[in-house]
């Protein structure tokens, strides 16, 4: 920790204080972390029962090319995401250019692309018989592969830069929101002590941002591990090709479970050392200093640099691949047009709502009961909701489908006993099982979100408004939720499209006869017939859309001092 | 924000309120085979029997939904794309055995199980894609020719361990035994023009582009891209080969059916099995190109057209036994490599 830093931050290294009123709270929250962890812990005792020992197979034969794309995938990723996400967020909050109020939600855009629909446009886009690579052969004159060398999409570069482009939006929400709520004390001290722009942003927003972009990192890590659409169209080999290949092929659910154990305690090692790294320092902001930022304002290259930075992503990651579904789904639309495909899009958009605020609200629940009750396993259970996003969402489905169905035929057999009906499948093949899946999938990036946003209030406040009579509810009411608000929203958001999207544990979890635009998308998609559902795949990247604007001036309006410019 | 609370509220309500698949004339389907593809099967099952038709598609976990729930489920049905599949619900103990002098009659006993724990509805072949301009005709008539150095850089294939290919190389397994098998798939997978990737399509589209010269893939794959107008040319730069006509005959996989150990709707299930294996035959075949399992069916003009074949009659049951060696031989060759 350099001197100048601590020197104009404000950091309290106090403990937060434990506060009385809190046991139902702590009840809640371990109630709620047990029945999110019930599903993990469906798949940790699956992977006590192998059906034989996989590793000595694994081992001797594909294990190092597994092991070494999942670390080139997650550090390929990592970085971009990183560099991409902070370096945009930091332009739109502090500079002055031509479009910047565009570029801070239009950055947010690409968030709404699945990953496997974008792998699915470019590689249409950029292949052999694509009009990129055509093009250049009618120019050049060429005529066959061997005749000019043009970069593959299908390999590890290609996913990294597909994944990268589609999860920066993680690290860009959540360091914004960040940079956002700083309060602009610490960045006009810092200016008074004459830092410059860049020493500002390296000595005191970037390290006071860090624990939120660290939460966009690990999300952004977390997708990329739990990713399999995409690095299966690739053909790049990760754990989560072992996961698959031990359980669906070689009928080996323990072994499978063993590997996605594997990968998990390798996400919690990471997630581990940055929080050790960040030791007991805690940043709370004293002041909401009501102003708005001054902001640099950017001339000449400086300038132009700037807008490219923040067009590039735009257009890569969402003007591309809109262009390119948007283009198919009006050379098929009479094929795509269905009277079924509203329907779809209502199963959809009712679906990620109801997800988004349960997920939220049980967010808020852990994060605050958290807050009220600081101790060890408190903490540990919460982080512990949180590894649902860091498993193949179709491993997860079936750590779900074994408590849901423990539990409907538990309330079956002691109604038939006690009363003499049957009640059947109360949770099993139903759309309640869909949400708690999302809840048990999504609760990391919620969590991240509401955590992030309440360690910022210093716990004078709630001290204070405990002291003037208020119970534990009416603080968290009254205080913490406006206060978050725009954290709340954030996850919300995020949640919600991420719902949109969601498309293995939606697969094997639902309905007779349901259908959700990605699982629409899927069936074709996987066909290699995308022009067929391009209409259902820009209706998700649309309906993520409208969110992405309503979270951005949200966020825009819940910093301290923002002032609604016309 | 309580107006917004009553709408939500409202809205998880009528969640739990979701379709529960329960009522009379119905019967309920787990498929692993792709919803549009049998959808039009279930329309006419329904049209002529009124009995509503239920599905859930997805290509994996189907079976251990069942698992999870037990003697409750509502799963009437399994249907699969391939033997293995079939042989896993088997062997998770989630079947049970169907007899019905009318299945019985209509599909041969090599595509049904002994017990009549699965039968077989269609049979696909896995055969040669060759280039027209490139490849001249006899010049590749075997699976054991794909091993032959000649093709080197000039052959393309999905992953190793999709299950159509490991059926089939557990049908090599199983004719020639693990080590000459070993050593085939290794000279296979010396021939590779590329890194295994896309599905049966994308080869022959390789092979169009100039990738590659030959591919292994499904039969029916080369009528669905003929029906595509964007897919077409793929198809017209190649021609079929349906290997080993001299000796033992073309490797074929079935998709088939499973009635499920806990069955609500055991009668309905039953009228839709035999539905499938008579009146729906060709209907079945005529969605995706595929052959009928019954022999009284006629095959469609256009599947006639691509050539009729003699295919390998080793049984099924033997090639799902050797589908696990068959994987493991695939990551010891670093065929997906």
Known sequence: MDEAFSAHSVIDEARPVRHSGGGPWLLAAFALAALVVAPIAALVWIAFNPAENIWPHLFSTVLGTYLSS???????????????????????????????????????????VPAYVIAYTYTDLLEFAGPVQTGLRAVFGWETKRDYWFPDIRTMGGAIAMISLVL??????????????????VLEVSRTLGSTAWRAFFTVALPLARPAIVVGLTLALMETLNDFGTVDYFAVRTLTRGVFDTWFFM?????????????????????????????????????????????YRLTGAKRAGAILACALPILLGFVVPASVLGYYAYEYFEQSWTADFLHYAENSLKLSLISAVATVAAAVLLGYAVRLNPGRGVRFASRLASVGYAIPGAVLAIGILIPAGALDNAIDAFSREQFGFPTGLLLSGTTTALVFAYMVRFMAISFGAVEAGLGKVTPNMDLAARALGHGPFATLRKVHLPLIRGSLLTAIVLVFVDTMKELPATLVLRPFNFQTLATYVYQYASDELLEQCALAALAIVAAGILPVIVLSRAISASRPGHRQSV | MAHLKKILFGLIGASMLAPAANAAEEVNVYSYRQEFLVKPLFDAFTKETGIKVNVVFSDKGLIERVQAEGDNSPADLIFTVDIGKLNDAVDAGVTQPVTSPTLEENIPANFRHPDGLWYGMTTRARIIYASKDRVKPGEITSYEDLADPKWKGRLCTRSGKHVYNVALIASMIAHHGKDEAEAWLSKVKDNLARKPQGNDRAQVKAIKEGECDIAVGNHYYYGKMLHDEKQKPWADSVYLVFPNQENRGTHVNI??????????????????MEFLS?????????????????????????VKSWGEFKSDTLSLAEVAE????????????????
């Not at chain 1, 920066?168 to 700083?182: K, S, T």
């Not at chain 1, 009928?251 to 050392?273: D, H, K, R, S, T």
């Open chain 1, 70 to 112: 999942t670390l080139i995938l997650m550090t390929g990723v990592g970085v971009s995401v990183v560099l991409v996400g902070t370096g945009t967020a930091w332009l739109v909050v502090s500079c002055r250019f031509p479009g910047r109020r565009f570029f801070e939600w239009a950055l947010l855009l690409p968030l709404a």
């Open chain 1, 168 to 185: 920066y939006p993680y690290v860009y929400a959540m360091a914004r929101a960040a940079f956002l709520e700083q309060s602009v004390c």
């Open chain 1, 251 to 295: 009928g080996n659910p323990g072994g499978a479970a063993q590997i996605a154990l594997v990968m998990l305690v390798f996400v919690i090692g990471l997630i581990w050392i940055e929080r050790s790294s960040r030791a007991r320092q805690r940043f709370h902001h004293t002041s909401t200093h009501v102003r708005a930022l001054p902001g």
């Open chain 2, 322 to 337: 050797l589908r696990k060696e068959a994987i493991m031989m695939v990551d010891r060759v670093g065929y997906n490599d």
């Open chain 2, 255 to 272: 998709s088939g059916v499973s009635m499920t150990k806990s069955a609500p709707n055991k009668a309905n299930a039953l009228k839709l």
């Open chain 2, 278 to 302: 008579g009146a729906g035959q060709t209907l079945y075949a005529e969605q995706n190109f595929e052959y009928p399992v019954n022999p009284t069916v006629e095959w469609l003009p256009e």
